[in-house]
């Protein structure tokens, strides 16, 4: 697939394009992230912290083992999730103003395969009527139905993931619900902020901070493609990320932000992810070949 980039001013404006275009036009060099593991100890502080964190990715994709002492003791033997109804926003800020890419879907953590309706703010739009895109999430491939801007209206683009930049955590305007579970294996400080409700479900809440490079290395097969290109892409390897954990182990909602350079400007991303209604079924059929446009794709 071809790309051309069409840069505009306003460095949220070109953010959220981005976002939609398939491919991370500003990419930096990244910082090293230093230090070992630490967390602050308290009742569900230390280890047990630690431990709630890294095995998210497990918990979700029903592949826990052993018996910790943190919030995922028990869960192998209750339930797990294998697949939940997924909410996202991915935020970014220029002149003082925070603009919103919003999606909506389901994901199958144990296929790692999703189909979420992503919606743009309308300033990125522009002054035309942009329609809600359609994204089907796979292991190293993302596919995008209504990406416009010389797409034919019935045709997907699909774009390597695991050859952007930034692995696709946030150039889809999404991040991948197990990308960002996974990307909590590299988490190396986190301290216990105490419990709190989301939707109504207790849950603990944990702050910390993951080094991309330890994510890598530490994730699925499936994962670590995408989460090796994030490493080298981002202006820093260390996110810092808030994550809300319930009583079995299940992560409820993340959020991670991820830093970069435009233009010699760092600009902050905040994607969050919020997971409800466990072991709903999904559904994702990806398009025939025919059905893929290869052609130039133009950035407004």
Known sequence: MVVQQHRSGGGARAVCALAVVGVMAATAGCGGGGG??????????????????????????????????????????????????????????????WVTIRGRGTYDFRSRAGRLTVVLPEDVAGA???R?????????????????AGVPADKWVRVDTTALADGNLVTGGV?????????????????????TEI?????RHYRG???????AREASPESRGS????????????????AYVDDQGRLRKVSHRFSFADGGS???????????????????????????????????
Not at 132 to 148: D, H, K, Q, S, W
Not at 209 to 215: K, P
Request: proline letters at 4%; charged letters at 20%.
């Open 199 to 203: 939707a109504g479900v207790p849950v």
């Open 132 to 148: 809600p895109i359609t994204e089907l999430l796979v292991p190293g491939a993302l596919y995008m139905m209504n990406r416009g």
């Open 266 to 300: 760092a600009v902050e991303v905040v994607s969050t992810t919020l997971l409800s209604g466990f072991g709903v079924p999904v559904a994702v059929r990806l398009p025939d070949d025919r059905d893929i446009y290869t052609g130039s794709i133009q950035q407004r």
């Open 128 to 130: 035309d009527v942009h």
């Open 175 to 195: 991040t991948d619900p197990m990308v960002a579970a996974e990307l909590l294996r590299g988490a190396r400080q986190v301290t216990y902020e105490g419990r």
């Open 36 to 97: 070992g593991d630490s967390a602050v100890a308290d009742e569900r502080g230390g280890a047990d912290a630690l431990e709630a964190v890294r095995r998210a990715a497990e918990v979700l994709g029903g592949t826990v083992s052993g018996t910790g002492r943190a919030a995922v003791a028990g869960a192998a033997s209750r339930s797990v999730a294998g697949s939940a109804q997924v909410r996202t926003s991915m935020q970014t800020a220029a002149g003082g103003t």
């Open 209 to 215: 901070v993951a080094d991309i490079g330890r994510a």
């Open 227 to 242: 989460l090796a290109a994030a490493a080298k892409g981002f202006r820093t390897r260390t996110v810092p990320f808030d």
